[in-house]
């Protein structure tokens, strides 16, 4: 994402925090990869390979890199959040980058807000407010909205913002944990519900508005913290 890589900026060396598969990981900068699960550090390019670890004891000296990220995992350091943020701050010398999600705006997304309760309560219990993650941090902290462009070919649920028919689709659905944590009838009773209000056009007529726009605010955020 070209807003991680201008908020990393001249950082040399980042260390990327609940790393996964290495989606949005800098290839023009040294990295480490910290990610705990086996799976998915399988997933990973060979030539990039992660360090077992977790957020709550980074695996890294103090002020031993440039820049601390992490992208949509902090939502999983669950109880220990900010310890983890800490942890952020004690490895990087200079920027700390987080993206995450402001739960109490995706909980008015079309599909959160009158769909998939199950999803919108889950976000809410799980996702520090940005604000209270901006108070975790040891230095100046600025929260930045990141609009979600409508073709974006990211696979979250936020993708789905101006795409009503992807809920229709079963391979868009099972690229998106939100749908894929979910028991069968909680899909099908939101398939069916949305494929209904499709069909006798309500949906187009509480929502329809958002099929002209390019971008939209579905959520996401960007925490970038400099110490300089
Ligand atoms: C939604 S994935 C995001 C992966 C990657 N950052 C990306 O954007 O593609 C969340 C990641 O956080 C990792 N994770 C879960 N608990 C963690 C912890 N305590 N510390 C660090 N990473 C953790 C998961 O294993 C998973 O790889």
Redesign the pocket.
């Known amino acids: 994402m070209r807003r991680i890589a201008s908020a990393l900026g001249d950082a040399r060396s980042v260390v990327?925090?609940?790393?996964?598969?290495?989606?949005?990981?800098p290839r023009d900068r040294a990295v480490i990869a910290?990610?705990?699960?086996h799976?998915?550090v399988a997933q990973r390019d060979p030539a990039r390979p992660a360090v077992r670890?977790?957020?709550?004891a980074l695996p890294l000296h103090d002020e031993s890199v440039d820049a601390a990220m992490?992208?949509?995992?902090l939502?999983?350091?669950h109880p220990?959040q900010r310890q983890?943020v800490r942890e952020m701050c004690r490895v990087a010398r200079d920027v700390v980058v987080i993206?995450t999600i402001d739960a109490a705006v995706s909980a008015r997304v079309w599909l959160m807000a009158d769909y998939l309760h199950e999803v919108r309560e889950l976000d809410l219990r799980i996702f520090p407010a940005p604000e209270a993650v901006a108070g975790w941090l040891d230095r100046p902290a600025s929260i930045e909205v990141v609009p979600v462009h409508r073709d974006t070919p990211d696979h979250t649920l936020l993708s789905f913002w101006a795409h009503p028919e992807r809920v229709l689709d079963a391979r868009a659905r099972a690229a998106t944990?939100g749908f894929a944590r979910q028991p069968p009838e909680v899909v099908r009773r939101v398939v069916d519900a949305v494929a209904a209000d499709l069909r006798d056009g309500s949906w187009d007529r509480r929502h329809g508005a958002l099929r002209g726009l390019e971008e939209y605010d579905a959520g996401l955020r960007l925490i970038v913290a400099r110490a300089s």
Do not use: D, R
């Open positions: 990327n925090v609940g790393a996964g598969a290495g989606s949005y990981e910290v990610e705990p699960s799976v998915m670890g977790s957020a709550q992490t992208v949509l995992s939502h999983h350091w220990e983890g993206v944990s």
